[in-house]
């Protein structure tokens, strides 16, 4: 059970070039987000969408842009690639029907924007 | 809006022993979830155990137990019977119940270090 996939797992970019982090669930999950870490920060919501079609802001959404075609997949964009934005990010996701709501998380890509 | 606050950014355990990391919280929710994450140094976010905000029980699973006092505000995980594995972050983390938002808010994490 593969669970929560992200891709790539590291890379690094120069300013102002874009990429695409791949997220792809196969627990057949409404629910999915995707969060950065910091150091001494913390997890941050960057965007969610609880359904393909359906997504909205987190706490710290600019820089970055979602889409939702299908249950599976939850890419994370961007556009134009900044120092500020190196970061590790997670892609999480959870199924409505569970007692306690909690996300399984991917294993996380680190970003580095030169 | 919701906040988690975590006050000890390290704490040091002797193995065997067991260890409290405290979580205090802020929230209008009238029901909220709880919840503690271990991250171990490879990186990877391990779900740990959940606290309802109306369970009447405080949470366990295994060596794991949540001390819920609602009055206080405060979610501090237990550690019993420390072990070497245990070193890592931890996270407590909130949301809102009956809502569409799942969306976690975190705290800012604790480093635990278990010494032999």
């Known amino acids: 059970n593969a669970g929560v996939t992200q891709t790539p797992k590291f890379q690094v970019l120069k300013t102002g070039q874009s990429m695409t982090l791949q997220c792809a669930q196969d627990m057949n999950h409404e629910y999915m987000s995707w969060y950065r870490q910091d150091p001494g920060m913390g997890l941050r919501l960057i965007h969610y969408s609880v359904g393909a079609g359906i997504t909205d802001q987190g706490e710290v959404p600019n820089g970055y842009n979602v889409s939702r075609s299908t249950t599976e997949d939850f890419p994370l964009r961007l556009l134009s690639a900044a120092p500020s934005q190196t970061s590790v990010y997670f892609c999480?996701?959870?199924?409505?029907?569970?007692?306690?709501?909690?996300?399984?998380f991917g294993e996380g890509s680190r970003l580095t924007v030169l | 809006a919701q906040k988690i606050t975590q006050t000890q950014p390290g704490m040091f355990v002797q193995e065997k022993e067991a260890v409290t990391l405290d979580c205090t919280y802020d929230?209008?929710?009238?029901?909220?979830?709880l919840f503690w994450y271990k991250q171990p140094s490879s990186g990877e976010m391990i779900f740990l155990i959940y606290?309802?905000?109306?369970?009447?029980q405080n949470a366990t699973e295994g060596r794991y137990s949540l001390n819920f006092q609602k009055a206080r505000k405060s979610a501090n995980l237990v550690i019993s019977a420390s072990q070497l594995g245990d070193s890592a972050m931890y996270f407590c983390?909130?949301?809102?119940?009956?809502?569409?938002?799942?969306?976690?808010?975190f705290g800012s994490g604790t480093r635990l270090q278990v010494q032999p």
């Open positions: 606290q309802g905000s109306y369970d009447q």
């Open positions: 983390a909130m949301r809102p119940v009956y809502t569409g938002r799942r969306a976690l808010t």
């Open positions: 929230t209008s929710d009238p029901s909220y979830g």
């Open positions: 999480a996701s959870s199924a409505p029907g569970q007692n306690t709501g909690e996300l399984f």
